[in-house]
């Protein structure tokens, strides 16, 4: 579907992959700080960094001179991450004042994105503080200084909830709580979880449990105030029946199409109706490769399969 982009998103995007003087994709050699953010099997990952002029007496009053990224994602993703590099060079913060950049600054710069694309805002916010500590390591500064909660460096050590994407608990905690979100669609839209195959939503201790003890449950409305998991197209097929459709498919139609080019595919996994493959042969290294999966695995598999089916790189 098209996404209602504003004028200005649409053109940061243009500006940044047609590689137009001023703009900011790419990455600094011998950074001051890097940080990375998302993981390119989810869909969208960054890697954000920064040079400072270092202050000789104190680090904390160094400036951010010089601010790039590395982002695999679409439009919103690419936009969000210039948007945050022009917001710092023009303002030259310290990293520490970096820091009070928020997801909802990001998204204003851009003049708004749309709700189902608040999560690439949250991307960029996210890789930033990765940044800022990282450059508090370097230059000897205390990060309790930097005012970071200590979930936010502990939060891959945490309880995974959406294995999807990869989310642990105490990372949708923290995003709940600053960004108030409410509901399942609020957290899907602004960090992705529970929005693939939808497993964590409702099982224990998965989103809504997490929203519930966050926010209070009112006990009176249960069954109304919780969304129901969508049902299923094909009620009377199991998980291994779509799995063996899924392979039959691949098997039949997908595999000799791509080694009649010297290609071939490999299933790596099935999640219910998320397919990870890797590409093998001349498609592995093929520069149309993401073009690949989606055109010829996917549709195939959408069009034999099921409609709702997904299929990731890994």
């Not at 800022?132 to 939060?155: C, F, M, N, Q, S």
Request: glycine residues 8%.
């Amino acid at each position: 579907m098209p996404w209602d982009y504003s004028d200005k998103t649409r053109q940061l995007f243009l500006d940044a992959v047609s590689g137009k003087p001023g703009t900011h994709l790419g990455a600094i050699e011998e950074p001051d700080g890097v940080g990375r953010h998302g993981s390119i099997a989810c869909g969208d990952a960054m890697e954000f960094s920064l040079r400072v002029d270092k202050n000789s007496d104190d680090p904390r009053q160094d400036r951010i001179v010089e601010a790039r990224y590395m982002t695999f994602g679409c439009t919103s993703a690419i936009a969000s991450s210039e948007a945050l590099c022009r917001m710092i060079e023009e303002k030259r913060p310290t990293p520490i004042e970096a820091l009070k950049i928020r997801n909802a600054d990001i998204t204003d710069y851009l003049d708004g994105l749309p709700p189902q694309k608040l999560h690439c805002s949250v991307m960029g916010a996210e890789a930033l503080q990765a940044a800022v500590v990282d450059w508090a390591k370097r230059r000897g500064v205390d990060v309790d200084e930097l005012g970071i909660t200590p979930e936010l460096l502990e939060e891959d050590e945490g309880r995974v909830v959406c294995r999807c994407f990869n989310l642990t608990e105490p990372y949708i905690r923290r995003k709940i709580k600053e960004m108030n979100l409410r509901s399942l669609p609020e957290v899907a839209s602004a960090i992705k979880a529970g929005g693939a195959c939808s497993a964590c939503q409702h099982e224990p201790g998965g989103l809504q449990d997490i929203l519930d003890e966050i926010h209070g449950k009112d006990r009176g409305d249960d069954e109304r105030a919780r969304p129901q998991p969508p049902q299923e197209k094909h009620t009377e097929r199991t998980p291994y029946q779509l799995a063996k459709e899924i392979e039959r498919v691949v098997e039949n139609q997908v595999r000799p199409r791509l080694q009649r080019d010297g290609g071939d595919i490999e299933i790596v996994e099935i999640r219910d109706k998320l397919v990870y493959c890797r590409l093998l042969g001349v498609c592995a290294t093929c520069a149309g490769s993401v073009q690949t999966l989606r055109f010829v695995v996917e549709d195939a598999l959408r069009q034999e399969v099921d409609a709702d089916i997904r299929v990731i790189s890994v």
